[in-house]
């Protein structure tokens, strides 16, 4: 799954030279599962988006996360495709990707929803508040919701 991932991210990063827009963000995530601890991660995130009409956008983002709290103590992987809509003062969005976790040099796999908004904030920086839904395999336990916020700045 590690390599899959890497993949899909300099799959990214070649793709994204042409892009109408490249981000990079740190956020914060909270991640609660149906069973066992909650845990607190550090994210980082690049991306890539494209507009299609000015209102409507997709992109695609690769993302990881280090767990900074005890709990569950595992790392996540994603990496996802996104879909925009400029609602003016907010941009709206929904993404949809795959997952990986990390634990213990145990590697699981899965997929992703989410949903979440962008508010500008400063000179090519946005605050992002979004939920995160892990749709794990069967060998990891349990599902995970992930809350996030964080600042992506966009160049």
Do not use: C, W
């Amino acid at each position: 799954m590690k390599k899959a991932i890497l993949a899909l991210g300099f799959g990214l990063a070649a793709t994204g030279a042409s892009a109408q827009d490249l981000y990079v963000g740190g956020m914060a995530d909270y991640q609660r599962p149906h069973s066992g601890d909650a845990q607190t991660s550090a994210t980082v995130l690049a991306g890539a988006g494209f507009s299609y009409n000015g209102t409507i956008g997709y992109g695609i983002e690769a993302e990881y996360g280090m767990a900074v709290t005890s709990g569950d103590s595992y790392d996540a992987a994603r990496v996802r495709g996104r879909a925009t809509y400029d609602f003016g003062s907010v941009v709206g969005f929904a993404t949809l990707g795959v997952t990986g976790y990390f634990e213990d040099g145990a590697d699981y796999s899965g997929y992703n929803f989410g949903l979440g908004g962008e508010v500008p904030v400063g000179a090519g920086g946005a605050l992002r508040l979004e939920i995160i839904r892990d749709m794990m395999d069967q060998s990891y336990v349990t599902n995970v919701t992930t809350t996030r916020i964080g600042y992506a700045f966009g160049f």
